[in-house]
């Protein structure tokens, strides 16, 4: 007697799917506990602008925060924007790695010298970005739809681009927006699209 087998739900394979984001926002979130618990002045550690030892902080910022309610208002956002990287595209490491060096390195050349740039909103400018530009240069329902989403829940963004806001690196969020749209209009023309249904 032959018996056959149905196959296992893919909730495993879901959820690995957002590790990625998960881990990230982690990271941050044990750097913040050590800054906050064990006396280290991490925050030192961002990007100094134009300084040679400020080079170090163009990876390191995105990790930093000034304070657990810096890191609660980015934390949100990563996580929502990262998953829906993840879901529409299979460079989401590309895109992290390029918006923090390159976005970095627009901070370093223009922000203030006598400032330490810290904080992941760089990252979350670069994912929404990237997800309504593949909306633009892909014009597929699926990529539209989340771009429609990322401009509903994210819109008012574009503000943060602009000077003005007292203590605020809105370098930090052009720069980070600018290599995320950049990255989209490359994915767009050279990368595989996302497979909606594996």
Known sequence: MSVSRLPAPRVGGFVARFTPILLLVGAMWLLEIIDATMGYPLDAFGIVPRS????????????????????????????????????TSPYFWMVTVSVTLFGGLGVWLTGDPHTVVIGASGLVYGYAAYLVGLGIFRRSVPNLLVALLVVLLYGGFVFGVLPGQAGISWQGHLFGAVVGFAMARWHAKNAPRRSWRD
């Open 52 to 87: 040679d030892a400020g080079l170090f902080g163009i990876g390191a910022a995105p990790f930093l925060h000034l304070g657990f309610p810096h890191l609660i208002a980015n934390t949100g956002a990563l996580l929502v924007l990262g998953a829906l990287v993840l879901l």
